[in-house]
């Protein structure tokens, strides 16, 4: 019977007696460690079937446990990849469908889950995208440990600031698992390697130097193995639950797109999924039928006996380790084309078919075409009626999606662009269009996406050269891209060619009003232009857009005092000051407008604050003897002018 070995699988790992005798005892509850590799696509690991490459610790987790040979995520994005593998939700039903978009707390994960059950809980992320003070929050809910990155970039290096080699993230969860032997345990390990830019270390450079993004995931699992090795060591591995999976997969090409988050192919939705049981039960399983990586979270919470949430989306895979054949439903969505103007997609994958609902819908025959290259689509077809069908009724039983507005810092989106990512604010919001499928199919725009990515890519890299062509070359494709041309005039901006900046960045912003960023980036070229008062203009918008920016804060008190209105800059200046109150040169500014407004006195005090904090910094003395001459004290102006010249002189 097909639940009877579920159900002795139930029975073992919780320890209880199904002979109808009451175990005394309390329940054992397994260590729980879920490893996400981020961008694995399944045909590039060892024991998928891909022979190009060694992957010996996931061939290991296959043999010891039951392998899911067509699992699929339901997005093709980090954050909502994530955000539906620790919820078992749908990225339409836990909302999380941007950068910055928090997970709301009616959502509870499988940490906050396990925690009300008397486990230990830590995280530990590979990349800053997934770090919860910034990109991701709320997926820190339930966590003991999670671990964010340093909340400065101190460096131009993307490693330790960007993201985080599997070997360092691996050894921060050794560290925590020693501190913390006590059992049970639920540890999240996600390693970032495979996504790109592909920079695997040595020797994975040199063994797959002409596969770079293979060099990534056999790197990745090395890591993996010597974590595995180590939870032998402390005997932790025999008796505990261990979970490989992929968030999403990479394009690599394929069907034009070179990396991931625009399209619902295979390439970028079909994973690997690996679950390892106590005592190795089901070893050697494979499982051919259709999962998802949502059917995680259910799958865990009936091994452990755990009520499930009021709803949830997945489905448990326990019914498979008795030889249950039937596939799952599998549906996919992404809104990430929306982040440049084009519509979003929505899938679904059933038994030898996939359909894609988009401007231009899709309709594949898995067994004849796997590779998804001939589009059968027909209108009146049984297959897609019956899909539409699906996606309609998924619609109205979902949630409306979060259209809270995301508040991301600017260095924040700075880093977001430095992954290859675009954020909200970069181009067209979902909200501009009454009916976001309506838009432009990505089909038409993909080339633009992986020219946009290259140059953001490149100028992370200080490779400022390939970063103008390729925006250059995207403008040739369409000369209208908002995106590319606030893109190419930041980096102008950058090389100092000011007035060119200024057209672009101008052109950019005519597209995009609403676009704070594009408007600070506009006034400053403006400003070194000479051009005050269209700067002053730009500058003010994008307050008005976005009024928590120290930056513009800061820009546009400057440009008021060159335009001397000392009140609108002394305005501009103090809450400048609210923002960061420890930054020297708005503390500076800020006594130049009182200086000008004549409150030589309220200067003074700060200055002399100033003097004890910074007492190397020159111009510090040199508003301090301008605010002593104001109050007519001139011996003590002369001697904070002749303080302010020696230091000058000293640091020439």
Not at 585 to 598: D, N, T
Request: charged share 25%.
């Amino acid at each position: 019977m097909r639940w009877v070995s579920a159900m002795a699988l139930l029975c073992a790992v919780s320890a209880n007696v199904c002979s109808g005798q009451i175990d005394q005892r309390k329940p054992t509850r397994p260590d729980i460690f879920l490893i996400t590799i981020d961008t694995l696509r399944s045909d590039h690991v060892h024991c998928y079937g891909y022979d190009r490459i060694q992957t010996p610790a996931l061939d290991r987790l296959a043999k010891d446990g039951v392998q899911f040979m067509q699992a699929f995520t339901p997005s093709p994005i980090t954050n909502s990849s994530h955000a539906s593998i620790l919820t078992g939700l749908m990225p339409s039903s836990h909302g999380v469908s941007d950068f910055g978009v928090p997970l709301s707390a009616d959502h509870s994960t499988l940490a906050e889950l396990l925690k009300s059950r008397g486990y230990s809980t830590a995280a530990f992320i590979g990349s800053i995208i997934l770090d919860s003070r910034t990109f991701a929050p709320g997926l820190n809910r339930g966590f003991d440990l999670y671990d964010n990155f340093t909340k400065s970039r101190k460096s131009k290096s993307r490693w330790n600031s960007l993201e985080r080699r599997a070997a360092t993230v691996a050894s921060h969860a050794e560290a925590w698992l020693d501190g913390h032997p006590k059992q049970p345990r639920f540890i999240w390990i996600h390693f970032y390697d495979p996504h790109d830019p592909y920079e695997p270390p040595t020797p994975f450079s040199q063994n797959y130097k002409d596969r770079p993004y293979d060099g990534e995931i056999a790197y990745a699992d090395s890591v993996l193995g010597t974590f595995l090795e180590y939870l032998s060591k402390h005997d932790s591995y025999q008796k505990s639950i261990v979970i490989a999976v992929g968030d999403h997969g990479e394009g690599l090409g394929e069907h034009s797109e070179e990396t991931h988050g625009i399209f619902l192919y295979d390439s970028t939705t079909h994973v690997p999924l690996i679950v390892k049981l106590p005592d190795h039960r089901n070893a050697r399983t494979v499982v051919d039928a259709q999962v998802s990586t949502l059917d995680i979270l259910p799958t865990m919470l009936d091994l452990l006996h755990v009520p499930r949430p009021e709803r949830i989306d997945g489905q448990s895979l326990l019914p498979y380790l008795d030889g249950d054949k039937k596939s799952h439903l599998v549906l996919g969505e992404t809104n990430y084309p929306q982040q440049f103007g084009w519509a979003p997609l929505r899938s679904v994958r059933t038994e030898g078919f996939k359909f894609i609902e988009a401007p231009r819908p899709e309709l594949y025959s898995l067994l004849a075409d796997p590779g998804e290259i001939q589009n059968i689509y027909a209108p009146w077809d049984s297959t897609v009626q019956k899909s539409r069908s699906i996606l309609s009724d998924w619609s109205r039983r979902s949630p409306p999606m979060n259209q809270a507005k995301v508040s991301v810092p600017e260095s924040t989106m700075d880093e977001l662009k430095a992954l290859g990512y675009f954020g909200r604010n970069d181009a067209v919001s979902s909200t501009s269009v009454p009916e976001p499928f309506m838009l432009p199919d990505p089909k038409d725009h993909i080339q633009e996406q992986n020219l946009l990515h290259k140059a953001m890519i490149a100028e992370e890299d200080g490779r400022s050269g390939e970063a103008r062509i390729a925006l250059e070359n995207l403008l040739r494709l369409n000369p209208d891209s908002s995106a590319a041309l606030g893109q190419l005039g930041e980096l102008e901006l950058n090389t100092g060619e000011d007035a060119k900046a200024a057209s672009h960045l101008n052109k950019a912003r005519a597209m995009q009003p609403n676009d704070a960023k594009l408007a600070l980036e506009a006034g400053r070229a403006l400003e070194r232009l000479g051009n005050l008062a269209g700067a002053s203009e730009a500058v003010e918008a994008s307050v008005k857009l976005s009024p928590a920016q120290f930056s513009a804060r800061l820009l546009l008190g400057q440009l008021y005092l060159k335009l001397k209105d000392a009140k609108a800059a002394e305005d501009q200046l103090q809450a400048a000051a609210l923002l960061q109150p420890q930054d020297l040169q708005v503390q500076l500014e800020l006594a130049k407008s009182q200086i000008a407004l004549g409150k030589f006195s309220e200067a003074l005090r700060n200055l002399l604050l100033l003097s004890r904090s910074e007492p190397n910094t020159s111009e510090v003395f040199e508003l301090l003897s301008s605010a002593y001459a104001g109050l007519s004290r001139a011996e003590e102006a002369e001697q904070a002018r002749r303080h302010a010249d020696s230091l000058r002189n000293n640091h020439r």
